[in-house]
Each structure stands twice: as C-alpha cells, then as structure tokens.
C-alpha cells in the first residue's frame, strides 16, 4: 500500500489535522517530515494526527513523529495523536515515549 497524508486545518479548533494512511516506514517517513514540516510552518499551531488508516509504523515513523514533536515544542506547540491502532500504539510504551505525546483513544 502506498502512503498517503492528508491535511487540513481546523480554523474552530485552531489546530493542523494531518491524516496519515497506509505506511509510514524508510521509504515514506522523509515525505511525512517534508509535508509536517511545510503544513506546522505555514499554521504554527497545535497538531492533531489521525493515525486511524495509519496501519505500519517502524522505527523511522517513529522518528518522524519525534521530529514533529521537536517542531511543535519549539514554538510551544502540542501533538496529540489519535484512533491509533494497539499494535503501532505498542511501539510508543515499548520505547517510553507515550509520556511524550498526548494520546486521545
């Protein structure tokens, strides 16, 4: 499956919505850091991630996701990722990182 990511921005919750759908491995996290990256640039916002047709991650989507986080922090931003599946949610609690993010299930 090809990777795909869809954004938008919610002017009512002021907040960057990014959808991504299918895999986000080596061969697409560059292109998830390029459009995250471009999309947290233009709003400076807040940024919702709506992981529900995310369906792989490694450890380089994990990567990616920090490299958000680092973005969003900078500038006192906060990254809540949500309808995440228990098998790509593991890989957070594996690695101690879900004390990083914010979790909405």
Not at 54 to 73: E, N, P, V
Not at 77 to 85: A, F, N, P, R, S
Request: net charge negative; charged share 35%.
């Amino acid at each position: 499956m090809s990777f795909q990511i869809a954004r938008h921005f919610d002017e009512e919750k002021e907040q960057l919505i990014l959808k991504p759908k299918g895999e986000l491995d080596i061969a697409s996290t560059p292109e998830f850091k390029k459009i995250a990256e471009k999309e947290f640039s233009r709003y400076q916002s807040d940024v919702y991630i709506d992981a529900e047709d995310l369906i792989y991650m490694d450890s380089t989507g994990l990567g990616a996701f920090i490299y958000l986080l680092k973005l969003c922090q900078d500038q006192e931003k906060k990254v809540t990722v949500g309808k995440m599946k228990k098998s790509i949610r593991k890989l957070f609690t594996i690695t101690q990182l879900d004390d990083l993010f914010l979790f909405e299930d």
